[in-house]
C-alpha cells in the first residue's frame, strides 16, 4: 500500500511557476515509476510528466516539454513537478500517480495508487 499527498498548488500568473510535491508513504516508494496527470473542468484526466524509479530517465507531454520537469528523490519519498511559464491551459487538479509498471508514459488505467490532488489555477 503507498499512500500519496500532494501539496505546493495555488493560483499564480501567467508566466508564473509553481512547485508541486508529492510525499508518499511505506518503504516501496522506490520500486515505482512515478507520474504527474491533470484533470481540468469537464475534460479526461491527462498525463503530464512521468519519472523511472532511478530517476535516470523521464517523459513529458509535448503540451508541457520544456517548461515542466520531473524529479524524485527517494531518500525522502518525495516526488516534483517544478514547473515554469506557466499558461492559462495549465489550469487544472494535479495528481501524483504510483505505478507498479516499468514503461514510460504511465496512463490512467495502469496506476496503481493516486493522491487526492492539488489545485493549480493560472491567470492572465
Known amino acids: 500500500q503507498v499512500q500519496l499527498v500532494e501539496s505546493g498548488g495555488g493560483s499564480v500568473q501567467v508566466g508564473g511557476s509553481l512547485r508541486l510535491s508529492c510525499a508518499a508513504s511505506?518503504?516501496?516508494?522506490?520500486?515505482?515509476?512515478m507520474a504527474w496527470f491533470r484533470q481540468a473542468p469537464g475534460k479526461e484526466r491527462e498525463f503530464v510528466c512521468a519519472?523511472?524509479?532511478?530517476?535516470?530517465?523521464?517523459y513529458c507531454a509535448d503540451s508541457v516539454k520544456g517548461r515542466f520537469t520531473i524529479s524524485r528523490d527517494n531518500a525522502k519519498n518525495t516526488l516534483y513537478l517544478q514547473m515554469t511559464s506557466l499558461k492559462p491551459e495549465d489550469t487544472a487538479v494535479y495528481y501524483c500517480a504510483a505505478d507498479s509498471g516499468l514503461i514510460l508514459p504511465v496512463t490512467p488505467k495502469r496506476v496503481d495508487y493516486w493522491g487526492q490532488g492539488t489545485q493549480v489555477t493560472v491567470s492572465s
Open positions: 511505506g518503504r516501496t516508494f522506490s520500486r515505482y515509476t
Open positions: 519519472i523511472a524509479w532511478s530517476g535516470g530517465t523521464t
